[in-house]
């Protein structure tokens, strides 16, 4: 078999599972925009059952919950152009699309790279794909009811200072606190990553403490990045569990390296 005729089987294989991801995550996306979450009262238990409303829909209960417990005190949720609450209902319906899809995706993901991984590199890709969504959804907890609630407070807290009546955009308000929940649930795959990396011989067990000066620096340059502002202090928000985080992954690999001894 030639090197073209190769990569072309090779494309058409992801092809193929991109397709499927596109697949499941769009009919997610469009189920949350077509459905709207009714809550029926039975017993003690709160039971919510899909039912037909486009306008209503989960998408927007979503969003109104983010405004009710995310926008800070004193500061109005508008839109500004026709379309804005609509396209901040499908970002929303989208990330929850990825999150319900996650076990989709990383089956997908190591399916594809599958046949270029070693036996023992196989064997740790099995393992990852539920601790991948639970850390994931965790990463996006921890930033919904930790982080953006303090952040946005600490960033419109000048304007309420100032006597000044704040106007946020509804999406800017999404696109920010989407930002946040992405950059936490792919932060929190960290030591997930170590310990795959770890377990296919990439590394040793020493590696991650050796290099962790190093790697406090390259995160505290990314939380720099991503987070909105300039004043040195949001950015802790992110490089702080993300520290946390590197060095639980360190400690659990150097653990399950003793105890295989």
């Known amino acids: 078999m030639s090197e073209f005729e190769e990569i072309r089987i090779h494309l058409n294989e992801l092809r193929k599972r991109v397709l499927r991801i596109i697949i499941i995550l769009g009919i997610i996306t469009v189920f949350l925009l077509t459905f709207h979450a009714e809550p029926v009262q039975i017993g003690d238990v709160m039971i919510y059952y899909p039912t037909p409303e486009p306008l209503d829909n989960m998408a927007a209960q979503i969003t109104n919950h983010m405004r ?52 023992s590199e196989i064997n740790v890709g099995r393992g990852i794909s539920i601790p991948a969504v639970g850390l994931f959804a965790a990463g996006c907890i921890f930033s919904y009811f930790f982080v953006v609630p303090y952040i946005l407070e600490f960033l419109y807290r000048y304007g ?53 000066r190093y790697a406090i620096i390259v995160i505290v340059i990314f939380g720099a990045i991503i987070t909105p502002d300039g004043s040195g202090v949001t950015m802790w928000f992110i490089a702080g569990p993300m520290i946390a985080l590197y060095a639980a992954g360190m400690v659990i690999i150097e653990r399950k390296a003793r105890l295989n001894t």
């Not at 005190?73 to 609509?86: C, D, K, R, S, Y």
């Open 68 to 119: 009710d417990t995310l926008v800070p005190e004193n500061v109005q949720l508008i839109q500004t152009a026709p379309g804005q609450a609509f396209f901040a209902q499908v970002y929303i319906a989208a990330l929850v699309g990825i999150l319900a899809s996650m076990p989709i995706i990383v089956r997908e993901m190591v399916g594809f790279i599958k046949p270029a991984l070693k036996e």
């Open 160 to 212: 309420e200072s100032a006597g000044l009546v704040t106007f946020l955009n509804v999406m800017d308000f999404v696109t920010f606190v989407l930002q946040f929940l992405l950059a936490f649930g792919l932060s929190f795959q960290l030591p997930l990553v170590m310990y795959a990396v770890t377990a296919s011989g990439a590394t040793d067990t020493k590696f991650w403490r050796r290099n962790a």
